[in-house]
């Protein structure tokens, strides 16, 4: 079989992608030719407003096609290249409007971890284990994204080392936010994509622009980054639905305008 990543829409305003290249869902090229036509069909979809990425079988990613490497290592440029597409699929994933939820099934190293780095939110099975695995191929990765999100101490530990840790220590660090039997992972995932499809879109869009940009400014730029996105909110629909809503003593069901 072809490896592949599978689409479904597994809720209404719900999509789920799966990994599906055995044994170690590795980003050979096929995968991110696949991603990349994905991106391209997500980035214009407006009824979207909560993505999952997770994996067929019991590894999540251990990123880029070790095979492949050797390869591109014999032609010139390939190397970059293939660095650059890399790249450019986390920074899509990452500027999606809607949040998107990482399912992280099993092992979780390298460009995988970068891949569960470019997700707002992470969770995970409690036999996941964790690689920053680059410094053991003399290459570097993560290290702008990783402590952002755990804080550099702990960052540093984990990118100098290549050590790998549990799913424990991913929970203690807040690296993921939640830890779950293998049977419990991908209802508890499609669960919070729906908490977060039942609010109001433009709201949760607004929230992760703030949060995306929130480390990048100072406190007078972030007030005003917020105020004016407070603003656009104030004259929407759904927050006008939402008033009303409020008042009849009813849940609000919002429409994204």
């Not at 997770?54 to 293939?82: H, P, Q």
């Not at 499809?197 to 607004?206: C, D, E, M, R």
């Amino acid at each position: 079989m072809q490896p592949t990543i599978h689409k479904s829409i597994p809720a209404k305003h719900i999509v789920l992608l799966e990994i599906d290249n055995p044994p170690a869902n590795s980003l050979a090229k096929v995968i991110k030719l696949r991603f990349n036509d994905l991106l391209d069909e997500l980035e214009k979809d407006t009824a979207i407003r909560a993505l999952i990425i997770t994996s067929r079988g019991n590894k999540f990613c251990v990123g880029d096609d070790l095979k492949e490497a050797i390869v591109n290592s014999k032609i010139k440029g390939a190397i970059t290249k293939n660095l650059k597409a890399f790249g450019s699929i986390m920074d899509r994933i990452e500027a999606l409007p809607f949040p998107v939820i990482a399912a992280i099934n099993g092992w979780c190293t390298g460009g995988g971890l970068e891949l569960a780095l470019c997700c707002d939110i992470r969770i995970a099975v409690d036999k996941a284990q964790f690689i920053c695995s680059a410094v053991n191929v003399g290459l570097t990765a993560s290290g702008y994204r990783l402590p952002r999100i755990i804080g550099a101490g702990p960052a540093k530990h984990l990118l100098y080392t290549g050590a790998p840790f549990s799913v424990q220590k991913a929970d203690q660090y807040g690296l993921v936010t939640g830890v779950y039997k293998i049977d419990e992972l991908m209802p508890a995932a499609l669960e919070l994509a729906k908490q977060i499809a039942s609010k109001a879109p433009l709201a949760v869009q607004a929230t992760k622009r703030i949060v995306d940009t929130a480390f990048d400014l100072d406190l007078p730029a972030a007030q005003d980054f917020q105020e004016k996105e407070l603003l656009t909110l104030s004259d929407s629909q759904d927050h006008k639905r939402a008033l009303a809503a409020f008042v009849a003593k009813e849940k609000p069901a919002f429409e994204g305008n």
